[in-house]
Nanobody
Framework: QVQLVESGGGLVQPGASLKLSCVAS????????MGWYRQAPGKQRELVAD???????NYADSVKGRFTISRDNAKNAVYLQMDSLKPEDTAVYYC??????????WGQGTQVTVSS
């Protein structure tokens, strides 16, 4: 069983930065592709960014140039550095782990609110 624990969410003003962290309880972390998704009220969950075990990255157009995903395989962790936050970034952010065998796992989510 893989458990993902997110942290780092909060309430910030527009233009501020936040860094989300996700730590996985798993034996071999580097076989997982990791991602961050978000879900705003009344909207579907959407991919924000993901990173493969080979550290290739992919970003939603809406966050390109503002968000950076990274991972530390030694710490079983994935991060999302969010800069120049906008009110439309307000959502619950979820960590995701995808194994090449097709299994996928989710964290419990962390709230990010961008408001003046």
């Amino acid at each position: 069983q893989v458990q993902l624990v997110e942290s780092g969410g909060g309430l910030v003003q527009p233009g501020a930065s936040l860094k989300l962290s996700c730590v996985a309880s798993v034996g071999t972390f580097n076989v997982f592709s990791m991602g961050w998704y978000r879900q705003a009220p009344g909207k579907q969950r959407e991919l924000v960014a993901d990173i493969t075990s080979g550290v290739n990255t992919n970003y939603a157009d809406s966050v390109k140039g503002r968000f950076t995903i990274s991972r530390d395989n030694a710490k079983n962790a994935v991060y999302l550095q969010m800069d120049s936050l906008k009110p439309e970034d307000t959502a619950v952010y979820y960590c995701n782990a995808f194994h090449f065998d097709g299994n996928t796992y989710w964290g419990q989510g962390t709230q990010v609110t961008v408001s003046s």
